[in-house]
């Protein structure tokens, strides 16, 4: 199925959209931006010329996506929540030269108004509660919240919340999936994935 772009949308020659996705109501897709398939845009939302996003991404009403931003697949940008791509803006002072590249891994997911500082990686399935400022990179599975975002816990890839400590060593399964999480120095992987 080819993409579906709303009437009141525009898409700028030289943009690629992969099959399935659709673009709503007065959105923006600028050339050179690559979008994969099977992603819906809402309404309002921005995508510049240098931003990649994979497969199955739903990016949520009044999201801008600016240059030097990759998303992979599975992300989830909740409503209005903000991407950046230069640390110290300035009207009067050129810096496109110095944007820095921003990186959300596969399956995160960036709460409604979240704001993400460039420069900074979002860890595979890691959760970015609404409202947090990510302004450092967020560890795999990681479950931030604040201004600025402070680690507080762990999530499984199915969005539930994992009982690990922050820090040290153990072990749980997700309560939905019964898949195994394992915390070690400090890092959360997933065993065996199925």
Sequence with gaps: MAAAIHGS???DNGAVLGEGTRVWHFSH???GARIGRDCSLGQNVFVAGDVEIGDNVKIQNNVSVYDAVRIEDDVFC???M???NVYNPRSAVSRKHEYRRTLIRRGATLGANTTVVCGSTIGAYAFVAAGAVVNRDVPDFALVAGV???HIGWMSRHGERLDLPLKGSGETTCPHTGDLYILKEDVCV?????
């Design 9 to 11: 949308a525009i898409v």
């Design 78 to 80: 909740g409503p209005s």
């Design 148 to 150: 600025p975002a402070r």
């Design 29 to 31: 897709v600028c050339a």
């Design 190 to 194: 997933l065993s065996e994935p199925r």
């Design 82 to 84: 903000v991407f950046t």
